[in-house]
């Protein structure tokens, strides 16, 4: 997980960048989920992207709070 956190802080750091530039109507945002499969706990691929995409809706609620 550790590599997922490294991506994401670089994208948010060009989406800030992008955001920051003047003129804008609008601002971008970002919420990703990120899940790995465990080789000894096979998971299905609908499993991986329900689990990840529930993770992507924790963080687009947090970011409302």
Not at 3 to 32: A, T
């Amino acid at each position: 997980m550790e590599n997922s956190s490294i991506i994401e802080d670089r994208l948010q750091k060009q989406i800030g960048i992008n955001n920051s530039r003047e003129n804008r109507d609008y601002v971008l945002s970002m919420s990703i989920g990120v899940v790995y499969n465990d080789t000894e706990n096979h998971s299905t691929i609908d499993e991986l992207m329900s689990q990840a995409d529930a993770l992507m809706y924790e963080q687009k609620k947090g970011k409302r709070s």
